[in-house]
């Protein structure tokens, strides 16, 4: 599985913008997909999971401002992030698992991940 996040740039306060992750491989439509992101000098946090169904879960900070999405037939993961704030500047990644059970594991159950791309959110 591969998987690549785009998306990413400079945005003022209050500004909004939409990651894509274009995933490859095989049986994505079974894989669960996560966004998350690491802010400088910060520990890599969860930002959204989304599993094979449509259920999605957030980080309690982020839930109202940010929707994740995925659309099967073209193997794309969306992370639409609104009211964007200064705090969210980060590398964002995307990754993906196929292991059953819970769908929004811990970071260290994903084993496919794309690399990051950067949003800066300031004025």
């Known amino acids: 599985v591969q998987l690549q996040a785009s998306g990413g740039g400079l945005v003022q306060p209050g500004g909004s913008l939409r990651l894509s992750c274009a995933a490859s491989?095989?049986?994505?439509?079974?894989?669960?997909f996560g966004w998350f992101r690491q802010a400088p000098g910060k520990q890599r946090e969860r930002v959204a999971c989304?599993?094979?169904?449509?259920?999605?879960q957030y980080a309690d900070s982020l839930k109202g401002r940010f929707t994740i999405s995925r659309d099967n037939a073209k193997n794309m993961v969306y992370l639409q992030m609104n009211a964007l704030k200064p705090e969210d500047t980060a590398v964002y990644s995307c990754?993906?698992?196929?292991?059953?059970?819970?769908?929004?594991?811990?970071?260290?159950?994903?084993?496919?991940w794309g690399q990051g791309t950067l949003v800066t959110v300031s004025s």
């Open positions: 990754a993906s698992h196929n292991h059953g059970g819970a769908y929004c594991p811990a970071i260290t159950v994903w084993p496919y």
């Open positions: 989304i599993n094979s169904a449509n259920s999605a």
């Open positions: 491989g095989p049986n994505l439509d079974y894989h669960a």
